[in-house]
Structure formats: C-alpha cells, structure tokens
C-alpha cells in the first residue's frame, strides 16, 4: 500500500471524490487529515478551474488535504486520472498529521505519533507562468468563495 495525500476534487465531498470510493478503481482507504509541512501555491486555474499545487516549495501556505492508504491498482488510477507525469508529477513530499483515524502497522503508528508522513502528492512543475500570480489557497473546496466551481469531465 501507497501513502498519498489529496487536496482537490478528490477530497471527501468534492466533486472527484467518487473515484476514491470506487473500488473497481482500486483501494483506497482515509488515513487522516493533514497539512504539507512545507509550504506551496495552491491555484485554480484553466478553464474548467482545476486546482493546482505548483511545485514551488517556500512559498505560499500549508496546504490542506486528506492522507490515504491506496493499493497498485488505486494509485494507477490516480496516476492515469492526473494526467501524470505530462500534467502533474507524483512526488513524495512531507505532510504534517492533523488528524489521524489510520489503523496499521506499528511503523505507522509512530510515524503518526511523531506527526509527519511521506505521502505522494500530484503537485506539478509543467505550468504557464502566469498561474504564479495567481491568488493562492490554503485548502480548496469546489464551491468555496472564490467562485470558481470545478467543471467535471463529463461536462467539458
């Protein structure tokens, strides 16, 4: 099982969320809440206003998200789903615990004791320069204040 963290549309009640749940996709259970460790810019960009982590580290806020444990087949999926590694990477990066509902080995017992997971993260470093000056967020939510509702992919 992979460890890999969500900030976007598939997050519980947003509107991606239904793939995390279909298991024909794969497996993937809710671990927890938590927050990178480090900071990035979190954007909604494009036409169909789609959240974006932009791999800048040192700038912007902690993003929020939600930790899950996935099997080969889920992360394919996730991988497929992305766009990776054309529209986002996957990378390891740091995530601060928040919240921790995860049942496991001891290694993840301690890990979430002591606060910190290395999770997987679709974040991307293959973007238009202007998304930088874009505003940036510190969790996202589809129908959130800033007004900009995802466009799903059956209604693009």
Same mark, same amino acid.
């Given at each position: 099982?992979? &460890?890999?963290?969500?900030? $976007? ?7 991606? #969320?239904? #793939? ?11 671990? @927890? &809440?938590? &927050?990178?460790?480090?900071? #990035?810019?979190?954007?909604? =960009? @494009? ?12 700038? @912007?806020?902690?993003?929020? $998200? ?16 992305? $766009? ?11 995530? %601060?615990?928040? %919240? ?7 290694? %993840? =017992?301690? =890990? ?5 997971? %290395? ?33 799903? &992919?059956?209604?693009?």
């Amino acid at each position: 099982m992979a &460890r890999v963290f969500v900030y $976007g549309t598939l997050k519980k009640g947003q509107p991606n #969320y239904k #793939y995390m749940i279909n298991t024909a996709k794969g497996l993937a259970k809710f671990q @927890g &809440r938590g &927050r990178t460790v480090e900071k #990035y810019p979190l954007v909604i =960009a @494009g036409k169909y206003n789609i959240p974006y982590m932009l791999n800048i580290p040192g700038t @912007g806020y902690h993003v929020a $998200g939600e930790i899950y444990s996935v099997d080969d087949q889920m992360l394919q999926f996730l991988d497929e789903f992305e $766009g990776c590694p054309d529209m986002y990477q996957r990378t390891l990066k740091r995530i %601060e615990v928040v %919240e921790w509902e995860g049942k496991g080995g001891t290694g %993840e =017992a301690w =890990a979430a004791a002591e606060g910190i997971l %290395e999770c997987f993260v679709y974040s991307t470093a293959t973007y238009p320069p202007e998304w930088v000056g874009l505003p940036y967020h510190d969790s996202y939510d589809s129908s959130g204040k800033h007004g900009l509702s995802y466009v799903l &992919r059956e209604s693009r």
